[in-house]
């Protein structure tokens, strides 16, 4: 069936690094991605999505693009600030959507100190 | 806007015991969702319904059940809580959409087996 990959369980920076959580995904035709963000105490959020090809998702100055050729959504920040210290997670939906269900990678959890 | 409740916050039982948690959304959405969160596996869907009287089984719906009678409101029933099910409980709903579901989710509530 459907998965995600995420291979960080825990990201530690430092305000202003580069941030890069890897998401790789396995399933068939071109399902939805996306990335999902979860602060301390609440529910996880949309943080944005693609649905084809080549499609850069991006919000809050996180970014993802929709690379089909190597299955990934790695989700780029040039410059994290502490109030990005969140658990971040990949996520797909299959390719019609309607009643479908996501799968979710197991989430990164992103310490930033100041 | 709208908004997902989900009741109790906490939930403490005893093994053994059959332990109700409740869900209720204003989005008026069609299509709402129990995960199950623990830390460094991610999201586990257990339980999900396209619509009112409707439930679809997920990856974990084992020892679990779940009751969807009104379109406002999603339950789930752990049947016998076993000490291993201690987690947070995750309500969400969405709109369908052919893009891609974007979830909207509860605040969660943390089961403890005493």
């Known amino acids: 069936g459907d998965s995600v990959t995420q291979t960080e369980g825990q990201v530690a920076l430092s305000e202003e690094d580069f941030l890069t959580i890897h998401c790789n995904y396995s399933a068939s035709g071109y399902p939805t991605l996306f990335w999902y963000v979860q602060y301390p105490g609440e529910g996880p959020q949309l943080l944005f999505r693609a649905s084809r090809d080549k499609e850069k998702g991006s919000s809050r100055g996180f970014e993802a693009t929709y690379d089909k050729g190597t299955t990934s959504f790695h989700l780029r920040k040039a410059s994290v600030q502490e109030s990005d210290s969140a658990v971040y997670y990949c996520?797909?939906?299959?390719?019609?959507?309607?009643?479908?269900?996501?799968?979710f990678g197991k989430g990164a959890k992103l310490t930033v100190s100041p | 806007g709208g908004i997902i409740t989900q009741t109790p916050k906490f939930l403490i039982g005893q093994e053994g015991q059959k332990l109700t948690l409740k869900c209720q959304q204003n989005?008026?959405?069609?299509?709402m969702y129990w995960y199950r969160q623990d830390s460094g596996k991610g999201l586990r869907l257990i339980y999900y319904?396209?619509?009112?009287?409707?439930?679809q089984k997920g990856d974990l719906s084992e020892g679990y059940d779940a009751s969807r009678e009104k379109k406002s409101s999603f339950s789930l029933t752990v049947t016998s809580a076993q000490k291993n099910e201690m987690a947070v409980f995750l309500c969400a709903s969405s709109i369908e959409s052919f893009s891609g579901n974007t979830l909207y989710f509860g605040e969660g509530s943390r089961l403890i087996v005493v």
């Open positions: 996520a797909l939906s299959d390719q019609q959507g309607t009643g479908s269900k996501l799968s």
């Open positions: 989005f008026n959405h069609d299509t």
């Open positions: 319904s396209i619509t009112e009287n409707d439930l």
